[in-house]
Every structure is written in C-alpha cells, then in structure tokens.
C-alpha cells in the first residue's frame, strides 16, 4: 500500500511562489513515477507535471517557464515549486504515484492519489 500526503497549499496573492511537497510511503517508493494534478471547481482533472523515477519529467503547456518538478529519494519526497502564480492557478493539487515508474499526463495512468491540498490566488 501506498500512501500520499500533500503540503504547502494556501492562499497567495497573483505573482507569488508557493512549494508543494508529496510525502510517499511504500517499499518501493523511489522507483514510483510521481505526477501533480489540479482541479479547479467545476472542472475536470488536469495535468500539471510528472516526473519519473530517474528524473524525466513533463510539463502542462501552461506551466511550462513557471513550476517546477523535483524529487528528493531519500526523503521519499516530490515537490512542485510554483512561481509566478496567477488565479487562474486556484485549484486543488493532487499528487500521484505510478509503481511502473514513468512520468504519465494522464491520470487514469496512476495507481495511487493523496487527499489534495488547495491553492488560492487572489488577483
């Protein structure tokens, strides 16, 4: 079993920078592709970043220049730096993680899911 803990969410102001952290728990947790995905209220889940278990990682185009995906295996950690934030970023952020280890765009794609932590950018 896999477990997800996200941190670092909050409310900020347009142009500000926040990290989210991804805690993961699990045997094999350094081998795990991990992804961040967002969901806005009345919209669907979409991708922001993966990345893999030897450090490949993807970008949304509306991210690309702005975050930031990293991963730290000896703290079992992935991060998502976040600058240059706009409203348009409001969005509940979840974490993923992928036992087969690659960094997938799609979320049906990964095996496990943290309970989401909320980002608020105020104009």
């Known amino acids: 079993q896999v477990r997800l803990v996200e941190s670092g969410g909050g409310l900020v102001q347009a142009g500000d920078s926040l990290r989210l952290s991804c805690a993961a728990s699990g045997r094999h947790s350094i081998s795990y592709g991990m992804g961040w995905f967002r969901q806005a209220p009345g919209k669907e889940r979409e991708f922001v970043a993966a990345?893999?278990?030897?450090?490949?990682?993807a970008y949304a185009d509306f991210v690309k220049g702005r975050f930031t995906i990293s991963r730290d295996n000896a703290e079992n950690t992935v991060h998502l730096q976040m600058n240059s934030l706009k409203p348009e970023d409001t969005a509940v952020y979840y974490c993923a993680a992928v036992l087969s280890g690659l960094a997938y765009r799609s979320p049906n794609q990964y095996d496990y899911w943290g309970q989401g932590t909320q980002v608020t950018v105020s104009s």
């Open positions: 990345i893999s278990w030897n450090g490949g990682s």
